[in-house]
C-alpha cells in the first residue's frame, strides 16, 4: 500500500505498566514526520519499536529526544526532509539505531543510558556528521562488528562505556571519523574492543575495563595529537605501524 505520514508535534510517551508498542506498521507503513523539537519517551519493560522513516516536516533544527527507563528501536531511515533532524539519547534505556542509509546531519548526541548501533550508517553516511558523547554507552548491537564510516566525527566530553561485555549483545566497534576528547581526561570502559582510525585529539585516556573482560582499544592513524598521556588500567594499547599513533608516553597504572 502507499506509505502514510503521521505528523507529531508533542511525542510520544509509554507509561510504564504500558504493553510493548510499534509504530510504522508492515509493508509500506506509516512515516513520522516532527514538527517542533519532542521526545519518544519509554518507561515501559517492553520495546518501543519505531519501523519506517523519521524525518522534520518543518524548518529549522527538530531534535528527537530518545529516552525513558525502557528501551527502544528504531528501524527506518532517519533524514532531514524540510527541516534539519536531531538525535539526543537521554535515560537510563537504550536504544538501538538500525537505519542503513541516515542522511540527518543534525548530529547525534549521548547523554546517558545506552546507544546500540545495528547498522554502520545509523548516525549517518554520506556528507558530515557529528556524535557527541556526553555519558552513556555506545556499542555494536547483536553479534556483528561494526564501522562507523569517517563522515562521522565523535568528540567526547566525559567519561563513557564502549561496548556490553555481554555475549551475543555487543560486539567491537570500529570509529573511522576523527575524534575529539573535548579537552580534558576521558576514563573509558571497554567491554568491547574497539579501533579508533581517525585522528584523535585534545585530551588524555584512561583505558579501562569492566571485570575480566580484558579488550583492546587499537589507533589506527599516524596523525594522533592528543595531548596525553594514555594511561593502561588493563586490557591492550595497540598502536597502528609507527609510534605516533599514541603521539606521548604510554603507562600502566
Given at each position: 500500500g502507499a506509505t502514510n505520514t503521521l505528523s507529531l508535534g508533542s511525542g510520544i510517551t509509554v507509561e510504564s505498566t504500558s504493553g510493548g508498542l510499534t509504530i510504522?506498521?508492515?509493508?509500506?507503513?506509516?512515516?513520522?514526520?516532527?514538527?517542533?523539537?519532542?521526545?519518544?519517551?519509554?518507561?515501559?519493560?517492553?520495546?518501543?519499536?519505531?519501523?519506517?522513516?523519521?524525518?522534520?516536516?518543518?524548518a529549522g533544527t527538530n531534535v528527537l529526544t530518545l529516552g525513558g527507563s525502557g528501551n527502544g528501536e528504531v528501524i527506518g531511515t532517519i533524514a532531514n526532509s524540510s527541516g534539519v533532524t536531531a538525535l539526543d539519547i537521554n535515560g537510563t534505556g537504550t536504544w538501538q539505531l538500525d537505519g542503513?542509509?541516515?542522511?540527518?546531519?543534525?548530529?547525534?548526541?549521548?547523554?546517558s543510558g545506552g546507544l546500540g548501533i545495528k547498522s554502520s550508517y545509523a548516525l549517518g553516511k554520506t556528507?558530515?556528521?557529528?556524535?557527541?558523547?556526553?555519558?552513556?554507552?555506545?556499542?555494536?548491537?547483536?553479534?556483528?562488528?561494526?564501522t562507523l564510516p569517517a563522515t562521522v566525527s565523535t568528540t567526547s566530553n566525559d567519561d563513557c562505556t564502549m561496548g556490553t561485555g555481554t555475549a551475543g549483545t555487543g560486539q567491537a566497534l570500529t570509529f573511522s571519523g576523527t575524534i575529539d576528547l573535548g579537552g580534558?581526561?576521558?576514563?573509558?570502559?571497554?567491554?568491547?574492543?574497539?579501533?579508533w582510525n581517525g585522528a584523535v585529539s585534545d585530551g588524555c585516556i584512561i583505558k579501562a575495563d569492566s571485570g575480566t573482560n580484558f579488550t583492546f582499544l587499537k589507533f589506527g592513524s599516524n596523525a594522533n595529537t592528543y595531548a596525553g598521556p594514555t594511561i593502561l588500567l588493563s586490557g591492550t594499547i595497540a598502536p597502528s605501524t609507527t609510534r605516533r599513533a599514541l603521539?606521548?608516553?604510554?603507562?600502566?597504572a
Open positions: 510504522g506498521g508492515a509493508g509500506a507503513g506509516v512515516n513520522l514526520s516532527l514538527t517542533a523539537s519532542q521526545s519518544f519517551i519509554n518507561n515501559s519493560s517492553n520495546l518501543l519499536t519505531i519501523t519506517n522513516g523519521i524525518s522534520s516536516g518543518v542503513s542509509s541516515d542522511s540527518f546531519n543534525g548530529g547525534t548526541t549521548l547523554d556528507g558530515s556528521h557529528a556524535l557527541t558523547i556526553n555519558g552513556g554507552t555506545i556499542f555494536s548491537a547483536g553479534t556483528t562488528a561494526r580534558g581526561t576521558r576514563t573509558i570502559v571497554f567491554n568491547n574492543s574497539s579501533t603521539a606521548h608516553s604510554l603507562r600502566a
